[in-house]
């Protein structure tokens, strides 16, 4: 069985950059074939819980100021305690969820 592990970026049939499997986690909520998407809250070595969210839906609403283009974008799923490693309020693992997957899109523009 194959895994990916990157992506390459083509422009004019030559390589211009390589982009790693974290590189491009942001994708994900993007992508509309998305069905569930695993994320550790928070998302360090020692995780309090792991949701999944599922069927995420994005919204962006670009915002065009005099020198820069700016985006707004709007993320939202349904999500299931998958597991839980210490006690933490349902309010908190929303915050905590937002937290990585605003991290994960925003690592993934910046590459």
């Not at 819980?49 to 962006?60: C, S």
């Not at 283009?69 to 299931?80: D, L, Q, S």
């Amino acid at each position: 069985m194959f895994k990916i592990i990157g992506a390459y970026a083509m422009h004019e049939h030559l390589m211009k950059a390589w982009f790693s499997e974290d590189d491009l986690k942001g994708l994900r909520w993007f992508n509309k074939k998305t069905k569930r998407a695993l994320v550790k809250i928070p998302d360090n070595k020692k995780p309090t819980g792991t949701l999944v969210l599922i069927k995420p839906h994005h919204r962006i609403q670009m915002l065009i100021e005099p020198d820069e283009a700016r985006f707004n974008i709007y993320i939202e799923a349904r999500a299931v305690v998958e597991e839980m490693t210490e006690n933490v309020s349902i309010k908190a693992m929303e915050e905590q969820a937002e937290r990585v997957v605003r991290a994960e899109i925003l690592s993934t523009y910046r590459k």
